[in-house]
């Protein structure tokens, strides 16, 4: 069974910066794109980032135009990991983050990711 198990969230002023970890357990991550979702208060869940697989695709990354510059998603298959590295952080940018997964390539639309992550909250405030 997949499990995915976020963590490094927490509180920091703006301006700072946070790393999430994604660990995966359950599947072969090699095989497996990992996006990173967000849900701030009332407000809608939307994609964050979104790493490819390297077997099977070529571990292409996308970016949400918001987090563009500012975040870096990145994979290491060996430590069933992957990582958000998240700088120049906004109050805009508080919300719950989760990892999903599906097979090799990234998908615009959450419904095609098939396992998900418990979350971890993210708070930027001064």
């Known amino acids: 069974q997949a499990q995915l198990v976020e963590s490094g969230g927490g509180l920091v002023q703006p301006a700072g910066s946070l790393r999430l970890s994604c660990l995966v357990s359950?599947?072969?991550?090699?095989?497996?794109?990992i996006a990173w979702f967000r849900q701030a208060p009332g407000k809608e869940r939307e994609g964050v980032s979104c790493?490819?697989?390297?077997?099977?695709?070529?571990?292409?990354?996308v970016y949400a135009d918001s987090v563009k510059g500012r975040f870096t998603i990145s994979r290491d298959d060996a430590k069933r990991t992957v990582y958000l590295q998240m700088n120049s952080l906004k109050p805009e940018d508080t919300g719950v983050y989760y990892c999903?997964?599906?097979?090799?390539?990234?998908?615009?639309?959450?419904?095609?990711?098939?396992?998900w992550g418990q979350g971890t909250q993210v708070t930027i405030s001064s």
């Open positions: 790493i490819e697989s390297r077997v099977g695709s070529d571990g292409t990354t």
């Open positions: 999903a997964t599906r097979g090799y390539f990234c998908s615009n639309d959450e419904q095609d990711f098939g396992s």
């Open positions: 359950g599947f072969t991550l090699d095989y497996h794109a």
